[in-house]
Protein backbone atom coordinates (compact mmCIF):
# COMPACT_ATOMS: atom_id res chain seq x y z
CA UNK A 1 0.00 0.00 0.00
CA UNK A 2 2.54 2.64 1.45
CA UNK A 3 4.52 1.65 -2.46
CA UNK A 4 1.59 2.27 -4.52
CA UNK A 5 0.93 5.48 -2.31
CA UNK A 6 4.62 7.02 -3.33
CA UNK A 7 4.17 5.72 -6.98
CA UNK A 8 0.86 7.97 -6.88
CA UNK A 9 2.32 10.61 -5.41
CA UNK A 10 5.35 10.85 -8.14
CA UNK A 11 2.79 10.20 -10.89
CA UNK A 12 1.27 13.23 -9.81
CA UNK A 13 4.37 15.24 -10.01
CA UNK A 14 5.45 14.21 -13.01
CA UNK A 15 1.98 14.92 -13.84
CA UNK A 16 2.05 18.19 -12.74
CA UNK A 17 4.92 19.21 -15.38
CA UNK A 18 2.89 17.82 -17.86
CA UNK A 19 -0.30 19.66 -17.00
CA UNK A 20 1.40 23.55 -17.08
CA UNK A 21 3.46 22.35 -19.91
CA UNK A 22 0.07 20.89 -21.88
CA UNK A 23 -1.84 23.78 -20.47
CA UNK A 24 0.61 26.02 -22.36
CA UNK A 25 0.65 24.20 -25.52
CA UNK A 26 -3.45 24.16 -25.69
CA UNK A 27 -4.34 27.46 -25.22
CA UNK A 28 -1.38 28.54 -28.12
CA UNK A 29 -2.98 25.92 -29.98
CA UNK A 30 -6.45 26.89 -29.68
CA UNK A 31 -5.97 30.39 -30.34
CA UNK A 32 -3.43 30.39 -33.33
CA UNK A 33 -3.90 26.64 -34.81
CA UNK A 34 0.10 26.31 -34.05
CA UNK A 35 1.70 23.51 -32.78
CA UNK A 36 4.54 24.91 -30.87
CA UNK A 37 7.55 22.95 -31.67
CA UNK A 38 9.81 25.04 -29.31
CA UNK A 39 7.60 24.58 -26.20
CA UNK A 40 9.91 22.54 -24.27
CA UNK A 41 13.40 25.05 -25.55
CA UNK A 42 11.13 27.22 -22.86
CA UNK A 43 11.15 25.12 -20.38
CA UNK A 44 14.63 24.36 -20.50
CA UNK A 45 15.80 28.06 -20.59
CA UNK A 46 12.90 28.50 -17.52
CA UNK A 47 15.25 25.81 -16.05
CA UNK A 48 18.67 27.18 -17.02
CA UNK A 49 17.36 30.66 -16.44
CA UNK A 50 17.01 30.15 -12.59
CA UNK A 51 20.48 28.25 -12.78
CA UNK A 52 22.02 31.54 -14.33
CA UNK A 53 20.61 34.00 -12.33
CA UNK A 54 21.76 32.05 -8.98
CA UNK A 55 25.27 31.22 -10.13
CA UNK A 56 25.91 34.16 -11.90
CA UNK A 57 23.94 36.77 -9.94
CA UNK A 58 22.72 35.20 -6.89
CA UNK A 59 19.51 35.71 -7.52
CA UNK A 60 17.66 33.05 -5.36
CA UNK A 61 14.72 30.54 -6.47
CA UNK A 62 11.28 32.47 -5.57
CA UNK A 63 12.58 35.51 -7.42
CA UNK A 64 13.70 33.37 -10.56
CA UNK A 65 10.05 31.59 -9.88
CA UNK A 66 8.26 35.22 -10.64
CA UNK A 67 11.25 36.69 -13.29
CA UNK A 68 11.91 33.78 -15.47
CA UNK A 69 7.86 33.30 -16.55
CA UNK A 70 7.67 36.86 -16.98
CA UNK A 71 10.59 37.20 -18.94
CA UNK A 72 9.76 34.16 -21.22
CA UNK A 73 6.68 35.74 -21.82
CA UNK A 74 7.97 38.68 -23.20
CA UNK A 75 10.55 36.68 -25.45
CA UNK A 76 7.54 34.55 -26.80
CA UNK A 77 5.36 37.66 -27.25
CA UNK A 78 7.77 39.52 -29.02
CA UNK A 79 8.80 36.02 -31.15
CA UNK A 80 5.25 35.70 -32.06
CA UNK A 81 5.02 39.22 -33.60
CA UNK A 82 8.53 38.54 -35.52
CA UNK A 83 7.59 35.44 -36.64
CA UNK A 84 4.71 33.24 -35.39
CA UNK A 85 1.79 35.32 -36.38
CA UNK A 86 3.00 34.75 -40.47
CA UNK A 87 2.11 31.32 -39.68
CA UNK A 88 -1.11 31.19 -39.04
CA UNK A 89 -2.27 31.44 -43.06
CA UNK A 90 0.21 28.65 -44.22
CA UNK A 91 0.74 24.72 -44.46
CA UNK A 92 1.35 23.38 -41.02
CA UNK A 93 4.91 21.98 -42.26
CA UNK A 94 6.23 25.38 -42.14
CA UNK A 95 4.51 25.72 -38.10
CA UNK A 96 6.78 22.55 -37.67
CA UNK A 97 9.86 24.10 -39.69
CA UNK A 98 9.89 27.31 -37.64
CA UNK A 99 9.17 26.41 -33.94
CA UNK A 100 11.50 23.09 -34.37
CA UNK A 101 14.09 25.03 -35.62
CA UNK A 102 13.57 27.58 -33.04
CA UNK A 103 14.01 24.92 -30.96
CA UNK A 104 17.65 24.11 -32.18
CA UNK A 105 19.01 27.34 -31.99
CA UNK A 106 17.63 27.65 -28.23
CA UNK A 107 19.41 24.60 -27.35
CA UNK A 108 22.44 25.36 -29.50
CA UNK A 109 22.88 28.84 -27.63
CA UNK A 110 22.54 27.10 -24.45
CA UNK A 111 25.57 24.39 -25.28
CA UNK A 112 27.88 27.03 -26.89
CA UNK A 113 27.83 28.75 -23.89
CA UNK A 114 27.48 26.78 -21.02
CA UNK A 115 28.10 23.16 -22.41
CA UNK A 116 26.23 20.04 -22.30
CA UNK A 117 26.43 18.66 -18.71
CA UNK A 118 23.80 18.73 -16.36
CA UNK A 119 24.35 21.88 -13.80
CA UNK A 120 23.07 21.17 -10.17
CA UNK A 121 20.57 23.68 -8.85
CA UNK A 122 19.95 23.14 -5.12
CA UNK A 123 16.67 23.36 -3.56
CA UNK A 124 15.95 26.23 -1.61
CA UNK A 125 16.10 25.49 2.01
CA UNK A 126 12.41 26.32 3.09
CA UNK A 127 11.74 23.43 0.91
CA UNK A 128 14.06 20.47 1.93
CA UNK A 129 13.93 17.71 3.73
CA UNK A 130 10.72 15.49 4.04
CA UNK A 131 7.07 15.81 4.88
CA UNK A 132 5.79 12.76 6.91
CA UNK A 133 2.56 11.58 5.78
CA UNK A 134 2.00 8.93 8.57
CA UNK A 135 2.63 6.02 5.61
CA UNK A 136 5.12 7.49 3.95
CA UNK A 137 7.89 10.66 3.82
CA UNK A 138 7.55 11.98 0.69
CA UNK A 139 10.34 14.96 -0.02
CA UNK A 140 8.86 18.67 0.44
CA UNK A 141 9.87 20.06 -2.58
CA UNK A 142 7.62 17.74 -4.78
CA UNK A 143 5.09 18.39 -1.81
CA UNK A 144 5.59 21.71 -2.85
CA UNK A 145 5.64 21.49 -6.85
CA UNK A 146 2.08 19.32 -7.03
CA UNK A 147 0.29 21.89 -4.61
CA UNK A 148 1.95 25.05 -6.46
CA UNK A 149 0.95 23.38 -10.03
CA UNK A 150 -2.60 22.23 -8.71
CA UNK A 151 -2.82 25.95 -7.34
CA UNK A 152 -1.54 27.38 -11.01
CA UNK A 153 -4.32 25.20 -12.51
CA UNK A 154 -6.88 26.20 -10.77
CA UNK A 155 -6.03 29.64 -10.93
CA UNK A 156 -6.15 29.47 -14.46
CA UNK A 157 -9.24 27.56 -14.38
CA UNK A 158 -11.21 30.22 -12.58
CA UNK A 159 -9.73 33.22 -14.80
CA UNK A 160 -10.83 30.89 -17.85
CA UNK A 161 -14.26 30.06 -16.29
CA UNK A 162 -15.05 33.42 -13.97
CA UNK A 163 -13.60 36.48 -16.22
CA UNK A 164 -14.92 38.01 -19.78
CA UNK A 165 -11.49 37.50 -20.66
CA UNK A 166 -11.35 33.72 -20.03
CA UNK A 167 -14.55 33.69 -21.72
CA UNK A 168 -13.28 35.61 -24.67
CA UNK A 169 -10.35 33.13 -24.73
CA UNK A 170 -12.53 30.29 -24.49
CA UNK A 171 -14.42 30.99 -27.46
CA UNK A 172 -11.34 31.95 -29.46
CA UNK A 173 -9.69 28.92 -28.68
CA UNK A 174 -12.31 26.54 -29.88
CA UNK A 175 -13.56 28.97 -33.17
CA UNK A 176 -11.51 31.55 -33.77
CA UNK A 177 -13.13 32.70 -37.03
CA UNK A 178 -16.75 31.77 -35.70
CA UNK A 179 -15.45 34.61 -32.40
CA UNK A 180 -14.42 37.16 -35.34
CA UNK A 181 -17.76 37.39 -37.02
CA UNK A 182 -19.24 38.12 -33.50
CA UNK A 183 -17.28 41.24 -33.40
CA UNK A 184 -14.33 40.21 -31.24
CA UNK A 185 -10.95 41.25 -32.00
CA UNK A 186 -9.34 37.52 -31.58
CA UNK A 187 -6.01 38.95 -33.10
CA UNK A 188 -5.47 41.44 -29.80
CA UNK A 189 -5.59 37.74 -27.51
CA UNK A 190 -3.48 36.36 -30.07
CA UNK A 191 -0.25 37.71 -28.24
CA UNK A 192 -0.51 37.64 -25.01
CA UNK A 193 -2.45 34.37 -25.44
CA UNK A 194 0.89 32.68 -26.56
CA UNK A 195 3.04 34.68 -23.96
CA UNK A 196 1.19 33.19 -21.41
CA UNK A 197 1.63 29.32 -22.79
CA UNK A 198 5.30 30.32 -22.45
CA UNK A 199 5.24 31.76 -19.48
CA UNK A 200 3.73 28.58 -18.34
CA UNK A 201 6.74 26.35 -19.58
CA UNK A 202 9.37 29.17 -17.95
CA UNK A 203 7.29 27.95 -14.85
CA UNK A 204 7.38 24.45 -15.43
CA UNK A 205 10.80 24.82 -15.91
CA UNK A 206 11.78 27.27 -12.63
CA UNK A 207 9.65 24.44 -10.64
CA UNK A 208 12.03 21.11 -12.53
CA UNK A 209 15.69 22.92 -11.53
CA UNK A 210 15.81 21.80 -8.46
CA UNK A 211 14.84 18.20 -9.15
CA UNK A 212 15.56 17.73 -13.00
CA UNK A 213 19.21 17.76 -14.41
CA UNK A 214 19.08 21.20 -15.97
CA UNK A 215 20.77 20.62 -19.32
CA UNK A 216 20.18 22.08 -22.77
CA UNK A 217 18.14 19.01 -23.75
CA UNK A 218 15.99 18.62 -20.81
CA UNK A 219 13.37 19.92 -22.64
CA UNK A 220 13.67 18.20 -25.80
CA UNK A 221 13.10 14.63 -23.52
CA UNK A 222 9.86 15.72 -22.03
CA UNK A 223 8.34 17.37 -25.03
CA UNK A 224 7.64 14.04 -26.55
CA UNK A 225 5.62 13.10 -24.08
CA UNK A 226 3.95 16.37 -23.25
CA UNK A 227 2.96 16.05 -26.96
CA UNK A 228 1.30 12.34 -26.81
CA UNK A 229 -0.37 14.28 -23.40
CA UNK A 230 -2.13 17.27 -25.40
CA UNK A 231 -3.01 14.62 -28.09
CA UNK A 232 -4.86 12.29 -25.60
CA UNK A 233 -6.28 15.35 -23.93
CA UNK A 234 -7.70 16.48 -26.91
CA UNK A 235 -5.65 19.41 -29.14
CA UNK A 236 -6.83 22.65 -28.12
CA UNK A 237 -9.00 21.46 -25.03
CA UNK A 238 -7.86 23.37 -22.12
CA UNK A 239 -9.13 20.83 -19.55
CA UNK A 240 -8.49 17.96 -20.96
CA UNK A 241 -4.65 19.11 -21.64
CA UNK A 242 -4.72 19.23 -17.68
CA UNK A 243 -6.50 16.29 -17.01
CA UNK A 244 -4.64 14.26 -19.52
CA UNK A 245 -1.62 15.57 -17.80
CA UNK A 246 -2.10 14.19 -14.38
CA UNK A 247 -3.51 10.83 -15.65
CA UNK A 248 -0.61 10.40 -17.82
CA UNK A 249 1.72 11.11 -15.39
CA UNK A 250 0.10 8.26 -12.76
CA UNK A 251 -0.32 5.91 -15.83
CA UNK A 252 3.87 6.76 -16.53
CA UNK A 253 4.51 6.01 -12.47
CA UNK A 254 2.41 3.07 -12.24
CA UNK A 255 3.62 1.25 -15.78
CA UNK A 256 7.39 1.78 -14.53
CA UNK A 257 6.60 0.14 -10.66
CA UNK A 258 4.49 -2.23 -11.58
CA UNK A 259 4.83 -3.50 -15.57
CA UNK A 260 9.10 -3.37 -14.75
CA UNK A 261 9.40 -6.67 -15.62
CA UNK A 262 7.64 -5.99 -19.47
CA UNK A 263 10.22 -2.93 -20.21
CA UNK A 264 8.76 -2.54 -23.60
CA UNK A 265 5.19 -1.86 -22.29
CA UNK A 266 6.29 0.01 -19.35
CA UNK A 267 8.66 2.42 -21.05
CA UNK A 268 6.57 2.82 -24.21
CA UNK A 269 3.15 3.07 -21.82
CA UNK A 270 2.17 6.45 -22.66
CA UNK A 271 2.13 5.99 -26.81
CA UNK A 272 0.28 2.61 -26.18
CA UNK A 273 -2.60 4.95 -24.25
CA UNK A 274 -2.24 7.52 -26.67
CA UNK A 275 -2.43 5.25 -30.20
CA UNK A 276 -5.89 2.99 -27.60
CA UNK A 277 -6.92 6.86 -27.27
CA UNK A 278 -6.98 7.51 -31.06
CA UNK A 279 -8.92 4.88 -32.14
CA UNK A 280 -11.46 4.97 -29.62
CA UNK A 281 -11.71 8.84 -29.70
CA UNK A 282 -9.90 10.69 -32.66
CA UNK A 283 -10.06 13.92 -31.56
CA UNK A 284 -8.62 12.92 -28.33
CA UNK A 285 -10.67 12.51 -25.08
CA UNK A 286 -12.15 15.88 -24.65
CA UNK A 287 -11.20 17.19 -28.10
CA UNK A 288 -14.00 17.96 -30.52
CA UNK A 289 -13.66 17.78 -34.59
CA UNK A 290 -12.73 21.19 -36.02
CA UNK A 291 -15.94 23.09 -36.73
CA UNK A 292 -16.66 25.67 -39.81
CA UNK A 293 -17.14 29.26 -38.84
CA UNK B 1 -28.56 48.97 -46.50
CA UNK B 2 -26.48 46.32 -48.39
CA UNK B 3 -25.02 46.35 -51.53
CA UNK B 4 -23.25 43.70 -53.37
CA UNK B 5 -21.72 44.53 -56.94
CA UNK B 6 -19.88 42.47 -59.30
CA UNK B 7 -19.10 39.65 -56.53
CA UNK B 8 -17.08 36.95 -57.53
CA UNK B 9 -15.14 33.78 -55.11
CA UNK B 10 -12.91 31.12 -55.68
CA UNK B 11 -11.99 28.17 -53.99
CA UNK B 12 -8.80 27.46 -54.63
CA UNK B 13 -9.06 27.58 -58.42
CA UNK B 14 -12.62 26.53 -58.58
CA UNK B 15 -15.10 29.77 -58.98
CA UNK B 16 -18.02 29.90 -57.17
CA UNK B 17 -19.55 33.37 -57.50
CA UNK B 18 -19.55 34.79 -60.56
CA UNK B 19 -19.68 38.90 -60.44
CA UNK B 20 -22.74 38.72 -58.28
CA UNK B 21 -24.82 42.20 -57.82
CA UNK B 22 -28.00 42.25 -55.38
CA UNK B 23 -29.04 44.90 -53.08
CA UNK B 24 -31.31 44.57 -49.26
CA UNK B 25 -33.06 47.89 -48.54
CA UNK B 26 -33.10 48.49 -44.75
CA UNK B 27 -36.00 46.79 -43.19
CA UNK B 28 -36.18 44.34 -45.99
CA UNK B 29 -36.38 40.30 -45.58
CA UNK B 30 -34.80 38.74 -48.82
CA UNK B 31 -34.19 35.12 -49.16
CA UNK B 32 -31.65 34.01 -51.54
CA UNK B 33 -32.54 30.23 -52.99
CA UNK B 34 -30.65 27.65 -54.83
CA UNK B 35 -29.76 24.88 -55.48
CA UNK B 36 -27.07 22.88 -53.33
CA UNK B 37 -23.53 24.28 -54.26
CA UNK B 38 -25.04 27.32 -56.26
CA UNK B 39 -23.15 29.26 -53.61
CA UNK B 40 -25.39 30.80 -51.19
CA UNK B 41 -23.45 30.03 -47.64
CA UNK B 42 -20.14 31.38 -50.08
CA UNK B 43 -21.97 34.82 -50.51
CA UNK B 44 -22.98 34.93 -46.95
CA UNK B 45 -20.06 34.65 -45.64
CA UNK B 46 -18.14 36.85 -48.32
CA UNK B 47 -20.70 39.83 -46.88
CA UNK B 48 -19.40 38.50 -43.31
CA UNK B 49 -15.91 38.97 -44.53
CA UNK B 50 -15.15 34.88 -43.65
CA UNK B 51 -13.95 34.35 -47.58
CA UNK B 52 -10.76 34.94 -48.56
CA UNK B 53 -10.88 34.79 -51.73
CA UNK B 54 -13.14 37.48 -52.80
CA UNK B 55 -13.15 40.34 -55.86
CA UNK B 56 -15.86 42.78 -55.78
CA UNK B 57 -17.83 45.34 -53.78
CA UNK B 58 -19.67 44.68 -50.50
CA UNK B 59 -21.29 47.87 -49.33
CA UNK B 60 -22.92 48.45 -45.78
CA UNK B 61 -24.99 51.75 -45.44
CA UNK B 62 -23.05 53.45 -48.23
CA UNK B 63 -20.00 52.11 -47.08
CA UNK B 64 -17.26 49.81 -48.91
CA UNK B 65 -17.17 47.11 -45.81
CA UNK B 66 -15.29 44.79 -48.48
CA UNK B 67 -11.80 45.27 -47.21
CA UNK B 68 -12.84 44.90 -43.53
CA UNK B 69 -12.41 42.00 -41.26
CA UNK B 70 -14.90 40.27 -39.86
CA UNK B 71 -15.11 41.88 -36.27
CA UNK B 72 -15.27 45.29 -37.61
CA UNK B 73 -18.52 44.10 -39.88
CA UNK B 74 -20.07 42.90 -36.91
CA UNK B 75 -19.17 46.22 -34.89
CA UNK B 76 -21.16 48.00 -38.03
CA UNK B 77 -24.15 45.93 -37.19
CA UNK B 78 -23.51 42.64 -39.21
CA UNK B 79 -25.35 39.43 -37.25
CA UNK B 80 -24.10 35.99 -38.45
CA UNK B 81 -26.41 32.77 -38.28
CA UNK B 82 -24.59 30.31 -39.55
CA UNK B 83 -25.74 27.27 -40.97
CA UNK B 84 -24.39 24.97 -37.90
CA UNK B 85 -25.98 27.60 -35.39
CA UNK B 86 -22.75 28.02 -34.08
CA UNK B 87 -22.98 27.08 -30.44
CA UNK B 88 -19.51 26.80 -28.19
CA UNK B 89 -19.74 23.63 -25.91
CA UNK B 90 -17.28 25.16 -23.74
CA UNK B 91 -19.66 28.26 -23.17
CA UNK B 92 -22.11 27.90 -21.23
CA UNK B 93 -25.92 29.15 -22.78
CA UNK B 94 -25.63 32.58 -21.12
CA UNK B 95 -22.11 32.67 -21.98
CA UNK B 96 -23.02 32.22 -25.79
CA UNK B 97 -25.53 34.92 -25.64
CA UNK B 98 -23.55 37.65 -23.80
CA UNK B 99 -20.00 36.50 -25.50
CA UNK B 100 -20.84 39.07 -28.49
CA UNK B 101 -20.61 42.94 -27.72
CA UNK B 102 -23.89 45.03 -28.74
CA UNK B 103 -23.25 46.48 -31.74
CA UNK B 104 -26.72 47.87 -32.74
CA UNK B 105 -29.29 50.76 -30.86
CA UNK B 106 -31.77 48.36 -30.29
CA UNK B 107 -30.30 45.33 -28.52
CA UNK B 108 -32.44 42.97 -26.30
CA UNK B 109 -31.43 42.74 -22.86
CA UNK B 110 -30.71 38.95 -21.68
CA UNK B 111 -34.00 39.37 -19.81
CA UNK B 112 -35.84 39.96 -22.87
CA UNK B 113 -34.30 37.17 -24.78
CA UNK B 114 -34.97 34.83 -21.40
CA UNK B 115 -39.17 35.68 -21.34
CA UNK B 116 -38.91 34.71 -24.94
CA UNK B 117 -37.34 32.07 -24.94
CA UNK B 118 -37.89 30.17 -21.33
CA UNK B 119 -36.31 27.04 -22.50
CA UNK B 120 -33.07 29.02 -22.80
CA UNK B 121 -33.40 30.35 -19.57
CA UNK B 122 -34.34 26.60 -18.16
CA UNK B 123 -31.01 25.42 -19.67
CA UNK B 124 -28.87 28.70 -18.92
CA UNK B 125 -25.71 27.57 -17.12
CA UNK B 126 -25.66 24.26 -19.62
CA UNK B 127 -23.25 24.02 -22.54
CA UNK B 128 -24.93 25.01 -25.52
CA UNK B 129 -24.19 21.86 -27.28
CA UNK B 130 -25.84 20.14 -24.57
CA UNK B 131 -29.56 22.00 -26.64
CA UNK B 132 -31.50 20.21 -28.97
CA UNK B 133 -30.93 21.21 -32.41
CA UNK B 134 -33.99 23.54 -31.93
CA UNK B 135 -32.62 24.99 -29.05
CA UNK B 136 -29.69 25.57 -30.60
CA UNK B 137 -31.18 27.54 -33.38
CA UNK B 138 -32.87 29.87 -31.16
CA UNK B 139 -30.52 30.40 -29.48
CA UNK B 140 -27.99 31.40 -32.36
CA UNK B 141 -30.84 33.86 -33.80
CA UNK B 142 -31.17 35.18 -29.90
CA UNK B 143 -27.91 36.11 -29.82
CA UNK B 144 -27.49 38.35 -32.67
CA UNK B 145 -30.88 40.02 -31.16
CA UNK B 146 -29.17 40.65 -28.13
CA UNK B 147 -26.00 42.13 -30.00
CA UNK B 148 -29.01 44.34 -31.47
CA UNK B 149 -27.99 43.41 -35.02
CA UNK B 150 -29.34 45.28 -37.80
CA UNK B 151 -28.46 43.19 -40.66
CA UNK B 152 -28.93 39.20 -40.37
CA UNK B 153 -27.27 37.22 -42.44
CA UNK B 154 -28.67 33.56 -42.13
CA UNK B 155 -27.48 30.44 -43.46
CA UNK B 156 -30.97 28.01 -43.45
CA UNK B 157 -31.96 28.83 -39.80
CA UNK B 158 -35.05 26.07 -40.04
CA UNK B 159 -33.12 23.29 -41.35
CA UNK B 160 -33.65 20.14 -39.84
CA UNK B 161 -36.09 22.04 -37.81
CA UNK B 162 -39.98 20.44 -37.23
CA UNK B 163 -42.65 22.42 -38.57
CA UNK B 164 -43.62 23.66 -34.88
CA UNK B 165 -39.91 25.10 -34.95
CA UNK B 166 -39.89 26.46 -38.39
CA UNK B 167 -43.00 28.59 -37.09
CA UNK B 168 -41.21 30.07 -34.14
CA UNK B 169 -38.46 30.80 -36.59
CA UNK B 170 -40.91 32.65 -38.77
CA UNK B 171 -42.66 34.11 -35.63
CA UNK B 172 -39.03 36.10 -34.51
CA UNK B 173 -37.92 36.81 -37.89
CA UNK B 174 -41.51 38.76 -38.39
CA UNK B 175 -40.79 40.24 -35.08
CA UNK B 176 -37.55 40.99 -35.52
CA UNK B 177 -38.33 42.66 -39.18
CA UNK B 178 -41.20 44.47 -37.40
CA UNK B 179 -38.34 46.31 -35.31
CA UNK B 180 -36.45 47.75 -38.29
CA UNK B 181 -33.93 44.88 -38.69
CA UNK B 182 -32.75 43.69 -41.89
CA UNK B 183 -32.20 40.01 -42.77
CA UNK B 184 -30.68 38.57 -45.36
CA UNK B 185 -31.49 34.80 -45.53
CA UNK B 186 -30.54 31.53 -47.14
CA UNK B 187 -33.54 29.60 -47.66
CA UNK B 188 -34.50 26.29 -49.47
CA UNK B 189 -38.34 26.67 -47.91
CA UNK B 190 -40.16 28.22 -50.40
CA UNK B 191 -43.00 28.19 -48.05
CA UNK B 192 -41.19 29.47 -45.09
CA UNK B 193 -39.48 31.91 -47.62
CA UNK B 194 -42.65 33.62 -48.97
CA UNK B 195 -43.89 33.23 -45.66
CA UNK B 196 -41.29 35.91 -44.41
CA UNK B 197 -39.47 37.29 -46.71
CA UNK B 198 -40.50 40.72 -49.14
CA UNK B 199 -37.95 39.20 -52.22
CA UNK B 200 -36.19 36.74 -53.52
CA UNK B 201 -32.86 35.85 -55.43
CA UNK B 202 -32.37 32.78 -57.46
CA UNK B 203 -28.35 32.13 -57.25
CA UNK B 204 -27.73 29.40 -60.24
CA UNK B 205 -24.06 28.16 -60.77
CA UNK B 206 -22.75 31.45 -59.03
CA UNK B 207 -25.03 33.89 -60.72
CA UNK B 208 -28.32 35.44 -59.71
CA UNK B 209 -30.43 34.30 -62.30
CA UNK B 210 -33.47 35.89 -61.43
CA UNK B 211 -35.24 38.06 -58.94
CA UNK B 212 -38.62 37.19 -57.77
CA UNK B 213 -41.33 39.03 -55.39
CA UNK B 214 -43.77 36.57 -53.19
CA UNK B 215 -46.59 35.95 -56.07
CA UNK B 216 -44.48 35.03 -58.66
CA UNK B 217 -42.66 32.54 -56.03
CA UNK B 218 -45.88 31.09 -55.19
CA UNK B 219 -46.89 31.05 -58.76
CA UNK B 220 -44.16 28.94 -60.06
CA UNK B 221 -43.11 26.70 -56.93
CA UNK B 222 -44.05 23.43 -58.65
CA UNK B 223 -41.06 24.81 -61.30
CA UNK B 224 -38.59 25.96 -58.80
CA UNK B 225 -39.35 23.31 -56.28
CA UNK B 226 -37.98 20.89 -59.03
CA UNK B 227 -35.51 22.70 -60.21
CA UNK B 228 -34.49 23.00 -56.37
CA UNK B 229 -34.47 19.40 -56.46
CA UNK B 230 -36.38 19.22 -53.46
Known amino acids: ?43 ML ?61 QDLVKL ?42 GVWWALTRTRVGMVVRASTERPELTRAFGINVGRWVTPVFGFGIGLAGLAGVLAAPMRAVNPLMGADLIIVVFAVVVIGGLGSIFGSVAAGFGIGLVQAWGEAYLSAFPIVSQTIVFIVMAVVLLWRPAGLFGREEAPA | MLRIENLSAWY ?33 RCVMGLHGGQRGTVELDGKDVGKLPAY ?15 SYATLTVTENLTLPPTVGPDPWSLERVYEAFPALYERRDSAATMLSGGEQQMLALARVLRMGARLLLCDEPTEGLSPLLVQQVGDLLREAKKHGVTVLLVEQNLHFATGVADRHYLLAEGRIAEAMDNSEVRSRERELLSYLGI
Open chain 1, 1 to 43: MTGFLQNTFNGLVSGAFYALLALGLAVIFGMLRVVNFAHGAFY
Open chain 1, 46 to 106: GAFGAYVLLTEAGVPFWAALVIMPLGLALLGMALERAFIHRLTRLDPLYNFLLTFGLTLIL
Open chain 1, 113 to 154: RYGVQSSPYETPSALSGSVDFGLFDFPTYRVFILGFAVAVCV
Open chain 2, 12 to 44: GEAQVLREVGLEVKAGEVVTLVGRNGAGKSTLL
Open chain 2, 72 to 86: KRARLGLGWVPDDRG
